[in-house]
């Protein structure tokens, strides 16, 4: 069973930055497609950034250019470096990663920009 445990959530203020990391168990990420979704109070869940197999990104529009995805040399840690953070990216930050009819979420870390 691979076990996800996601980590760099916090408080920040408009402007600031944080880096989530999302580190898998047993495993690495070689061949396994790398999500970072988020959902806040009220909302669904919504996908936010794609790291796929190949090394190839995929953003949503409302973080393109301000969150960058990416993996660690050992292929068992996803980071999600989010820059320029606006008070509509509070949410809870989940990661996941799937490959054919396999999936596995992590437990989420929470994020909150406020001033």
């Known amino acids: 069973q691979v076990q996800l445990v996601e980590s760099g959530g916090g408080l920040v203020q408009p402007g600031g930055s944080l880096r989530l990391s999302c580190a898998a168990s047993?495993?690495?990420?070689?061949?396994?497609?790398m999500e970072w979704y988020r959902q806040a109070p009220g909302k669904q869940r919504e996908l936010v950034a794609t790291?796929?197999?190949?090394?190839?990104?995929h953003y949503d529009g409302s973080v393109k250019g301000r969150f960058t995805i990416s993996s660690g040399a050992a292929k068992n840690t996803v980071y999600l470096q989010m820059n320029s953070l606006k008070p509509e990216d509070t949410a809870t930050y989940y990661c996941k990663m799937s490959r054919a009819s396999s999936y596995y979420w992590g437990q989420g870390t929470q994020v909150t920009v406020s001033s």
């Open positions: 790291l796929t197999p190949g090394g190839n990104t």
């Open positions: 047993r495993t690495a990420f070689t061949r396994y497609l």
